[in-house]
C-alpha cells in the first residue's frame, strides 16, 4: 500500500521543525561541504609557508645529490621496513575481526588491508577512504557495513595505543637527546613519557580485570579481551617502529639516535592525522624538518623524505593498482577460480578509485618534473643527440600533460569512458616527452607502469559521457590549484640563485633550465585556463520540466518490460523523467528546493543502470543539487555507494509470495471469518481492466472526497497517486460494493510480466463496514493468484526491522525510537502489524543520500514533495 509509505515520510518529518530548521540544516550542510576543503587548503598553503622558511638557503642541486647519494642498502632496508609495516597493518584488521566475532581467511583480510591502508596513507582521509575500502571487499565476505565500521575503529585505537607507547617508550629511555632538540627539561619528557606508559599500561589491566561489557551512559561496549588488547599492542608498536625506522635509515648518520628519532616521527604522524591534509603531505615534511633540522643538514632530510614518500606511499598504492589490475586478468582468463570471481566482484569496484589516485600522482610528477632543473649529464647526453627545439617542446608538453592527467584522474574516479581512453593516450605521451626533455627514465617508466595497470580495466569505466560534465568539488579543485601552487614555490625553490629578468622567458638553450620551468608554469596555466573557460561557455542548465504525453508512452514502454511496480508510479506525471540514450531505462524524479529526489531505482535493464545514475547526478551537479534515492532496494546499494551516497535504512517493504499463499490453516481462521461474514452482509469485489472503470469516475470521486474529508487529510503525491481522471483511465480497478453501491476502491499496478502486483490508491467511504478494507485484499490476493502472478507487494512500513543495539548506528536508534514511541505522529506499530497478518517477507528499503546532515534535508524535502509542499508536509 503506497499510501502507508507516502503517510509515513509525511508524518515523521513534522517533527523536523519548520522552515527555519530546514535553513539551519542546510547552513550546516554548506559549512561541512566547503568548510574541510578550506581548513585544509589554508593549512596546506601555512605549511608551504613553513617549508619556505625552513629551506630558503637550501640549494636544489645539493638536495639531488643527497638524494642520488642514498646507498643501495638503504634503499633495500626501507623497503624491507616498509613490508614489515604493511604485515603489521594486516595484523591489525585480523585481530579487530576476531574482536567482533567474525572469521575471514586471512587473505581476504590482506587484501582489504593492504588496499584500504595503501589509499589512505597517500590521500589521507583515513577514516573515510580506508573503511571505504575495506567495506568493498569484506562485505563480498558477509560482513556488515557495522562490522567494517567496528574493524575501523578497533584497528584506529590500536594506532594510538601504540604510538602512546613508542612515543613514551623513547622519552623515558632517551630524555637526553630528545631535549637537546626540542628545548624541554629532560625530566618534564620523563615525565610526560611515564604517563603515557601508564595509560597504556592501565589500559591493558583493565580489559584484563573487567570481563563484563562497559557501560557508557545509555551504550554498552563489549571489551576485547586481554590477550587479543596485548597482541594489538605488540602489532601497532612494531608498525610505528618499522614505518618509522624507513625514514631513518635513509638519513646519515648522526648525534640523534633511534629512540629520539622515533620520538618525532610520531609527533610529524599525529601532526600529519590532525590537518587532514591528504596524506599529511607538507605538514609531515615540515615537522620533520623543524626538529631534525639542529642535527641533520635540511638538505640531506628533504632528500630522505622524498625518497621515504616514494618507498612508504607511492610504491604500495602502485603495488595495489597493480594487484587488482592482476585480479581483473586472472578473473578473465580463469574465471573458473571462485576465489578469484568472488574477490574480484568486490575488488575490481576499487579500481576507478585506485587508478584515479594513481593517475593524479603520476600527473603531480609530471608538474614536479618541470619544475625543476634536469640532470647535467644527461642534458649534455642530449645536447649530442637531439635537436634543441624537440627539448624545448617535450618540456612544455610534458607539464601540458601532467595538468591533463590532474583532469582525467577526476574522469576515472567518476568511471568516464572518455577519461579512460584520453588516459590511454596521454600516459604514453607523458612517457615520451619525460625521455625527450632530460632522460628521465624514472618518470617515463612510472608512466608505463601506470599504463600497463590500467589497460585491463576497460570495462570498468563504462560511462559514455562528456568529460567536461564531470563536476569538480571544491576538494577536487583545491587539489589541483595546491599542485600548481607547489610548481610555483618548486620553481622559485629551484633558482633562487638565478636574477628574474622578462627576456629570460624567452631564453633557449640546453643549460637553460630556468626558462623552461617558466614555459612550463605558463603552460599549466594556459590549459587550467582553457578547461576553466569551455566549462564557463557552455550552454546553462535548466531545471527540469514535467513529462509530456510522449514522455509517457516512451515510459510505459520501458515499464511492461518490468517485474517491479512502482514503475507505474512514473505514468502519474508529477516526477521528471530521465531517460538513457537507447530509450531502455529511465529514472523519475522530484525537484525540491537543492535536493533531486529519485522514487526507487532506476527502471530498466540493470546494466543501464550505472550510466544513467551518474548522468543523474552530474544533471544535479550542475545546477548545485544533491540527489538522492528513496526507497531504494539492497541490490543497487553497491551502485549508489560507487555515486558517494550513503545508504540508510528507512523500513521494510512487505512482499507477500502468492505461489505458496493459502487460507488454509487454523492461522487463516479469521481472514476465512472476514470473507464469510463480508458475503453474507453483501459485500462484493470486482476486479475491472485498465479504462473499464472510466464510466464509474464520478461514483469513485464521490468516495473519494468522502475518504479525504473523514480523514481530515489531503492528496498526497510522488510516492503514491493522487485521485484524478487519468489515474482512473490508466489502472485496473478492483471495486468493493454493498448491495450494488460502491463503497471502496483500489486502483492496482502490474506489469506484462506477472511477476508483481500491488495497490496504488486506495479509497473507502464512511458508509463501509469497517473490514470492508480487509476483504478487499484477501478477495485481491486470491484474485491475483488465480491471475498468476508471483507476487503482492503491500508497501513499506516506514521504521520498522531497524536495530536497537547499544552499537547500532544513531540513525537506527532514532528510527527504532520513533517506531516504539512515535504512535502520536503516525501509526507505524499498528501497520506493521496489519501487514504481518498475511505472513509477507520483509525487504529492507533504505535512503540512499550524500553523508553528514544531508539525509535529514532530504527526508523534510520527500515529504514536501509527498505533501505537494510545505504545508502540505505538515498537515494530514
Known sequence: MAVDVVEAGDQTEEAGGGVGSRSDLERFARLKRFGPPAAAALVFALTLFAIDRLLGHLNYHAVMVDLRALPASALWLAVLFTTG????????????????????????????????????????????????????????????????????????????????????????????????????????????????????????????????????????????????????????????????????????SSDIGWFAFITFYCLAIVAGVISHVPGGFGVFESVMLFLLGGS?????????????????????????????????AIRKIAPALEAARQIGAWSTRLIPTIMGTVVFIAGVVMIASSATPAVPRRMVYLSNTVPLTLVETAHFLSSIAGFLLLILSRGLFRRLNGAYWLALFVLPTAAATSFAKGWDYEEATLMIVVLVALLPCRREFYRQTSLLDAPFTWGWLLAIAAVVGSMVWLITFSYRHVDYAENLWWEFAFKEDAPRSLRALLAVLLAGTAAGLARLLRPPRHAPDLPVEADLERA?????????????????????????????????????????????????????????????????????????????????????????????????????????????????????????????????????????????????????????????????????????????????????????????????????????????????????????????????????????????????????????????????????????????????????????????????????????????????????????????????
Open 556 to 876: 510505459g514502454t520501458v515499464i511492461a518490460a518490468q517485474d517491479r511496480t512502482y514503475a507505474n508510479l512514473a505514468l502519474l506525471g508529477d516526477k521528471a523523467l530521465l531517460f538513457n540514450e537507447s530509450d531502455d531505462a529511465f529514472i523519475m524524479y522530484g525537484v525540491r528546493a537543492r535536493s533531486w529526489v529519485a522514487m526507487g531505482d532506476p527502471v530498466g535493464p540493470q546494466k543501464a543502470w550505472a550510466d544513467l545514475a551518474w548522468t543523474f547526478r552530474e544533471l544535479a551537479d550542475r545546477v548545485g543539487a544533491r540527489i538522492a534515492f528513496y526507497q531504494a532496494t539492497p541490490e543497487a546499494l553497491p551502485l549508489y555507494l560507487d555515486l558517494g551516497l550513503v545508504p540508510l535504512k528507512i523500513g521494510e517493504e512487505a512482499v507477500i509470495d502468492l505461489t505458496a499463499f493459502s487460507l488454509q490453516g487454523r492461522k487463516r481462521r479469521e481472514d476465512r471469518n472476514i470473507l464469510s461474514r463480508g458475503e453474507r452482509e453483501g459485500l462484493e469485489i470486482e476486479v475491472l481492466p485498465t479504462g473499464a472503470a472510466t464510466p464509474l469516475l464520478a461514483e469513485l470521486q464521490a468516495i473519494s472526497d468522502d475518504w479525504l474529508q473523514t480523514k481530515n487529510t489531503r492528496e498526497k503525491r510522488f510516492a503514491l497517486g493522487a485521485f484524478s481522471a487519468a489515474i482512473v483511465e490508466r489502472s485496473p480497478i478492483a471495486i468493493a460494493s454493498l448491495h450494488g453501491r460502491a463503497v471502496a476502491f483500489a486502483s492496482l499496478m502490474t506489469t506484462a510480466t506477472k511477476a508483481e502486483a500491488s495497490i496504488d490508491l486506495m479509497r473507502y467511504s464512511s458508509e463501509a463496514p469497517r473490514y470492508t478494507m480487509q476483504f478487499l485484499f484477501l478477495r485481491l490476493i486470491l484474485h491475483l493468484k488465480d491471475a498468476g502472478f508471483a507476487s503482492f507487494t503491500l508497501g513499506m512500513a516506514p521504521m520498522s526491522g531497524m536495530e536497537d543495539h547499544p552499537l547500532a548506528p544513531v540513525w537506527h536508534k532514532v528510527g527504532s525510537f520513533l517506531f516504539q514511541h512515535g504512535e502520536h505522529f503516525y501509526n507505524f506499530q499498528g501497520l506493521r502489524g496489519f501487514k504481518d497478518k498475511f505472513d509477507p517477507v520483509w525487504h529492507p528499503r533504505y535512503l540512499a543520500a550524500p553523508g553528514g546532515l544531508s539525509p535529514l534535508i532530504v527526508m523534510t524535502d520527500v515529504g514536501s514533495l509527498v505533501g505537494g509542499g510545505f504545508k502540505g508536509m505538515i498537515a494530514r
Open 296 to 328: 641533520v643538514p635540511a638538505e640531506t632530510t628533504t632528500a630522505a623524505l622524498v625518497a621515504y614518500r616514494a618507498i612508504y606511499n607511492l610504491f604500495p598504492l602502485l603495488l595495489a593498482a597493480m594487484l587488482l589490475a592482476a585480479d581483473e
Open 85 to 252: 609495516s604493511f604485515l603489521c597493518l594486516t595484523g591489525y584488521d585480523w585481530s579487530a575481526v576476531r574482536y567482533i566475532g567474525k572469521k575471514l581467511p586471512y587473505h581476504r583480510i590482506a587484501l582489504g588491508s593492504f588496499a584500504g591502508y595503501a589509499i589512505s596513507n597517500t590521500i589521507g582521509f583515513s577514516l573515510l577512504s580506508g573503511p571505504s575500502v575495506r567495506y568493498r571487499i569484506y562485505a563480498a565476505a558477509g560482513l556488515e557495513a557495522v562490522d567494517v565500521a567496528r574493524v575501523a575503529v578497533v584497528s584506529g585505537l590500536a594506532f594510538h595505543v601504540g604510538i602512546s607507547a613508542v612515543a613514551g617508550f623513547a622519552m623515558c629511555l632517551r630524555p637526553d637527546a630528545i631535549a637537546a632538540v626540542v628545548a624541554v627539561p629532560a625530566p618534564l619528557l620523563q615525565m610526560v613519557g611515564a604517563g603515557m606508559l601508564l595509560a597504556v599500561a592501565a589500559l591493558i589491566v583493565f580489559v584484563f580485570v573487567r570481563r563484563r561489557p562497559l557501560r557508557l551512559w545509555r551504550w554498552t561496549v563489549d571489551l576485547p579481551t586481554g590477550p587479543l588488547v596485548m597482541g594489538q599492542l605488540v602489532l601497532s608498536v612494531i608498525e610505528i617502529a618499522s614505518a618509522g625506522s624507513v625514514l631513518f635509515v635513509l638519513l646519515p
